[in-house]
């Protein structure tokens, strides 16, 4: 099997992503990817990840393969909930505080740091827009944080947000209530809620 076929079998299994640790388990090396490169057969997304030239990046899937220390959070959670419309002009990320995310994270994204004891709380997996699976915090938890950051994100995001949970079918408001306690936000989290619902 030749180099281009075994890559183009890892990018068609790990969502159009090659990275360096799996293409060298499949037996292509850093030199040769390093000269495929060269030879414009595949492109460098950041350092660790190449994709096919005729492949589509997906950035939220190449974003989350970078560190297993960051969850999707806030408008990027709405926005893989579609509770938010509007593709985020810079995705938003949230990592135990203590840990500090590479600069190629740190270039693309909006970093929020959370007590390690609550990182994990609400975390899901979502698809992308290109269909691939992410770590993102669930609806719930997303309106938590939502609510914590309302003065970095804007009236106009945080009131839409709530409004488009309190209409939604699905929403647990019992979950929302037991992640509003741990994280503090209960009493905003009434106030607002009581006029929407």
């Not at 693309?108 to 609550?118: A, H, N, R």
């Not at 839409?160 to 209960?186: C, G, Q």
Request: aromatic share 8%; charged share 25%; hydrophobic share 35%.
């Amino acid at each position: 099997m030749d180099y281009m076929a075994k890559l183009a079998a890892i990018a068609k299994t790990h969502g159009g992503i090659i990275e360096t640790k799996i293409a060298a388990q499949h037996g292509v090396s850093k030199t040769t990817l390093y000269k495929l490169c060269k030879e414009d057969k595949i492109y460098r997304i950041v350092k660790g990840q190449y994709i096919l030239p005729d492949d589509m990046q997906d950035e939220l899937l190449s974003i989350s393969k970078r560190s297993n220390r960051i969850i999707f959070s806030h408008e990027t959670a709405l926005y893989l909930h579609r509770i938010s419309d509007r593709t985020p002009f810079e995705h938003t990320i949230t990592a135990p505080s203590g840990c500090v995310p590479s600069a190629s994270i740190k270039s693309e994204c909006k970093v929020y740091y959370i007590k390690p004891e609550l990182f994990q709380l609400g975390k899901t997996t979502l698809k992308t827009p290109a269909g691939n699976d992410v770590p993102a915090y669930d609806l719930e938890r997303t309106v938590c944080d939502v609510i914590r950051s309302r003065n970095k994100l804007g009236t106009e995001t945080f009131l839409a947000a709530l409004k488009l949970y309190a209409a939604d079918p699905k929403k647990d408001l019992n979950k929302l209530n037991s992640y509003a306690k741990r994280m503090r936000v209960s009493n905003v989290l009434r106030q607002y809620l009581e006029v929407l619902l």
